[in-house]
């Protein structure tokens, strides 16, 4: 029963005419309202189309911009960034948007691989490109304002506090010992253990250890503690798993505008949740570790930072000195083990370079420890030892260049500016320098960009005949290798990264023979770090040194002619 029928004064007539006009009023409205949407879809969509004929990199839609190739090509972004480069011509240049909206220019982002381009970022315009608000909201709740997460000021100091400890012999000694100390004692033994006869076929997760490895490490480094999450029956650490959650976490944040965390965090939902909660497992481990050491310094990081004064002439206080601490765990963790999968996972297919890499290291060892070979795998290789392994640094260098530990990093643009190929740069955009397409670059390495070759690295020192030693060379220009960044704030740990991964890698080597299990997928994970997805599973064999060895390339001089042997120009890179 319709009771406004009824209970409504007009008559039947009026009625008629009051529904008609009011029918016509509605028609009104909504013609009004469409009208309306579609002046404003129009407006837009020239807004969109000025934009769009502005941008140059892969195809973009109104409203969610270049996300559907993004989301189609999830699984290989690096080499799709790559391939948009590439296809920029020599600008190696292209600017796209995420989020194309009038007035946002948060999802404006300039990508390039242009070393000119980098130089400029990276050194000459510094200032004008740090790290950035969007970065640093999303990572102050587990960084604070460290070393890795701050700008200006708060930054230099640390940085020039850091500088000075980076450099001294002592650190690099006890880099040395915490990665000797962690090989010998439980590396070498599981490694053994797998390798023994009755477990033939057994499987070991290389990338695992080696993540293990370079966390204890890094913990023995910067605050004196070991936390052994390496040791035979591969432990779970509630501080490593509370870390990692966190850093988890943390890079979940940077995948959506800013107000989704911050909106997740008030309700403490989802990721936020467990974001709060292994924050503050790794609070009080850090709280308790920076007590012991307060009582008890020795000379690691924490340690050296305790001595310090900050600008005003004041000791740093506790959470400082805790923000510090999880810096630099969060810089040196997950690197070199990354990129040390990454190189073992490459001999196994080069089977060439594995030989010229034991060489190197044989006629070393042959020097310092004599002609018995049992004596070169007693111990660790020292620090002098390791200094003179030119080859086993370019095949890592390499590696770097083909596997960059980070593949990308964006900073933020503070004002409009141009960068030297002419691209105009907005304030408030976003550029992402692609550490990944820069080492493989056509334009840059040459035609053979993509082919595992130590040798591009290495240069004769001295005439080049008789008695010319053979050298690392950091490439000519190091704006085109940028896998530990460049300018001011170049990776501080560069150095202590070679010497641990030549550690790590020559006690491996040496020892054992690694095999690819048959059908594992080595596939690279979509992630701020390049970490192998499904991680690296290898059998591990033992090592007949004396075979390896005698069978393959006899001594150093020969390296100097080996850019010319047709093998080391199978490409390997493809296979990833
Ligand atoms: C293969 C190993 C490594 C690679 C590829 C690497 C790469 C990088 C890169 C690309 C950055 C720049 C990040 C940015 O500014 O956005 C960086 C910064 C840094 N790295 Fe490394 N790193 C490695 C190992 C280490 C190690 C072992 C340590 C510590 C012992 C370390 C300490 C640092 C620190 C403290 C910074 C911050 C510098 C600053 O912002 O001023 N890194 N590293
Ligand atoms: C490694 O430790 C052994 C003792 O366990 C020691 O003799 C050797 O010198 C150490 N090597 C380094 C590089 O610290
Ligand atoms: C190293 O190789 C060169 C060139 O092949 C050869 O002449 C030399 O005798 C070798 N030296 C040793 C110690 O084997």
């Not at 400029?120 to 200032?127: D, I, P, Q, T």
């Not at 990308?408 to 907005?426: H, I």
Request: overall charge positive; glycine content about 6%; hydrophobic content about 45%.
């Amino acid at each position: 029963m319709d009771y406004k029928w009824i209970l409504h004064p007009c008559t039947l007539l009026q009625n008629l005419a009051c529904r008609f006009l009011k029918e016509i009023e509605m028609e009104i409205a909504g013609l009004f309202a469409a009208a309306f949407i579609l002046v404003v879809a129009f407006a837009y969509l020239v807004w969109f189309w000025l934009l769009s004929r502005r941008l140059t990199g892969p195809n973009v839609w109104p409203l969610v911009g270049s996300l559907p190739g993004l989301i189609a090509n999830r699984n290989r972004i690096h080499d799709w960034i790559a391939d948009n480069l590439k296809s920029t011509g020599p600008a190696t240049t292209y600017q796209t948007s995420v989020l194309p909206l009038p007035f946002v220019r948060q999802g404006l982002v300039t990508v390039t691989a242009n070393p000119r381009n980098m130089e400029h970022v990276l050194r000459a315009r510094f200032e004008n490109y740090p790290k950035g608000p969007i970065w640093q909201s999303a990572f102050h709740d587990l960084l604070g304002l460290g070393i890795f997460n701050s700008d200006g000021d708060t930054w230099l100091l640390q940085r020039k506090t850091a500088a000075l400890e980076f450099t001294t012999r002592t650190l690099r000694l006890a880099m040395a010992r915490w990665a000797n100390r962690s090989i010998k004692t439980r590396l070498w033994r599981i490694l053994a253990d797998t390798s023994n006869a009755a477990s033939m076929c057994s499987v070991v997760d290389l990338q695992d250890l080696l993540l293990r490895l370079t966390f204890d490490n890094i913990c023995g480094l910067t605050f004196g503690k070991d936390p052994e999450t390496l040791s035979p029956d591969l432990p779970d650490n509630p501080f490593a798993r509370a870390f990692d959650t966190a850093t988890e976490a943390t890079l979940q944040r940077l995948l959506f505008p800013g107000v989704f965390w911050r909106i997740k965090k008030a309700l403490n939902l989802g990721s936020e949740r467990n974001l709060r909660l292994s924050l503050k497992v790794v609070d009080r481990y850090m709280t308790e570790t920076i007590s012991v050491r307060t009582n008890n310094p020795s000379d690691d990081l924490l340690s050296r930072f305790m001595k310090k004064r900050d600008g005003n002439g004041n000791v740093f206080s506790a959470s400082v000195l805790q923000w510090i601490a999880l810096n630099f765990l969060l810089a040196g963790r997950d690197t070199s083990s990354v990129a040390l999968s990454w190189f073992f996972w490459t001999l196994m297919q080069r089977r060439d370079i594995e030989r010229k890499v034991l060489a190197e290291i044989a006629s070393v060892l042959r020097e310092t420890r004599g002609p018995d070979a049992s004596r070169w795998v007693e111990d660790p290789l020292e620090f002098d030892e390791l200094e003179r392994l030119v080859y086993l640094k370019a095949a890592l260098a390499e590696t770097l260049r083909l596997y960059p530990s980070v593949p990308e990093d964006s900073k933020y643009v503070v004002a409009d500016d141009v960068l030297p190929d002419g691209t105009v740069v907005r304030a408030g955009s976003t550029i992402t320098y692609s550490i990944y397409s820069a080492g493989r670059m056509e334009s840059i390495w040459g035609d053979d960009c993509l082919n595992f070759k130590p040798e591009r690295w290495l240069k004769l020192a001295g005439d080049g005949k008789k008695g010319a030693r053979l050298c690392f060379e950091p490439n000519m220009d190091k704006y085109r290798f940028v896998a530990f960044n460049a300018g001011p704030r170049t990776c501080l740990g560069k150095d202590l990264a070679y010497l641990q991964m030549k550690t790590i890698a020559s006690a491996v080597l040496l020892r054992h023979r690694l095999e690819l299990v048959p059908g594992h997928r080595v596939q690279q994970k979509m992630s701020l770090t390049l970490f192998m997805k499904n991680g690296l599973h290898v059998h591990v064999r033992p090592r007949n040194l004396n075979f390896d060895i005698d069978g393959g390339v006899g001594n150093l001089t020969e390296f100097c002619h080996v850019t010319t042997n047709a093998d080391s120009t199978v490409p390997i890179a493809a296979a990833a």
